[in-house]
């Protein structure tokens, strides 16, 4: 038996959205991503502090449009030199969300299904919690680096290329690029 997910601040009653549109703004703890996304998808990535989400809600005819930001601090491991590091996370959307009847329309529409990016709620409920979630995880960088410029760990030692430099790069120092042209005699013009 599905029990029907508990309402939590995440959701908003349709009939809450008045002509004049709606507000909700909540604040999340850092475990609530992993919380909510159980097995669906694992983030490599931790939160340094609550996550803030604000949302504006407007109703033209059936469709609802969600503005939203979410803002909080990442908690990262750079994939270089594997030191944490912060980065802030601000991110501004909007949806336009349909009744989910409007999904099984005939195809005879004038724009093209796909070109046509639109999410779908059902009943007087609409639970915008997958749809911050998503938001967040796109936010998420796939290859985090403390900053670009970022040495890494030397392949050879594992010294942290950042504080200073190794010896191994002199030790290699002496396969010059060069030597190749060591046994390369230019031809003589005679
Ligand atoms: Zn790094
Ligand atoms: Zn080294």
Known sequence: ?????KPDELCVALDEISGSGHHLSCRKH??????SLHEEKSIDCGFAE???IGL???????T?????????????????????????LAAAFSYNLLPEEERELPQEMEIPREEFEASYYSGTLIDLAPLVLEQIVLHIPMHPLCRDSCRGIC????A??????????DDEGTVSPFSALK???????T
Request: charged letters at 30%.
């Open 56 to 62: 504006d809600f407007f109703k033209t005819g059936k």
């Open 183 to 189: 046994n390369f005699t230019p031809k003589q013009k």
């Open 50 to 52: 609550d996550i803030r």
């Open 30 to 35: 850092p475990g609530w991503v992993a919380e």
């Open 1 to 5: 038996m599905k029990r029907p997910r």
């Open 64 to 88: 609802v449009i969600v503005r939203g930001t979410i803002a909080t601090t990442l908690q990262l491991r750079c994939v270089r030199c594997l030191e944490d590091f912060t980065l802030p």
């Open 155 to 158: 392949q050879h030692c594992g």
């Open 160 to 169: 942290d290329l950042n504080r200073a430099p190794c010896r191994c790069a």
